[in-house]
């Protein structure tokens, strides 16, 4: 069992920054990539980000790439979302996830555990 929770999230205008957190405990995380994902009103819950077992190998959206960077310390068992030049597109709630392997580029079918999400709110 791996329990993840996450915070950081808030209000902030466009063109500001954000860094969520993802706390993980329970199994051994260091063991799997780690995802993250986010759900806007409405809408499917979609694939932002993911990082491997080591932190070797990044993936991200193309909605956000050049603008979130993902990252962990194993060691604290944290993973990180730095999200900058935000855009009211990118408002939802974020949810960190695990893998269920040490690298994937697949959907959420391939991850086990959620956090509960932390709500990011972008004004225009």
């Known amino acids: 069992q791996l329990h993840l929770v996450e915070s950081g999230g808030g209000l902030v205008q466009a063109g500001d920054s954000l860094r969520l957190s993802c706390a993980a405990s329970?199994?051994?995380?260091?063991?799997?990539?780690m995802g993250w994902f986010r759900q806007a009103p409405g809408k499917e819950r979609e694939f932002v980000a993911v990082i491997s077992w080591s932190g070797g190998s990044t993936y991200y959206a193309d909605s956000v790439k050049g603008r979130f960077t993902i990252s962990r310390d194993n060691a604290k068992n944290m993973v990180y979302l730095q999200m900058n030049s935000l855009k009211p597109a990118d408002t939802a709630v974020y949810y960190c996830?695990?893998?269920?392997?040490?690298?994937?580029?697949?959907?959420?079918?391939?991850?086990?555990?959620w956090g509960q999400g932390t709500q990011v709110t972008v004004s225009s």
């Open positions: 996830a695990s893998a269920i392997t040490g690298w994937t580029q697949g959907g959420e079918g391939l991850y086990k555990y």
């Open positions: 329970g199994r051994t995380f260091s063991s799997y990539a």
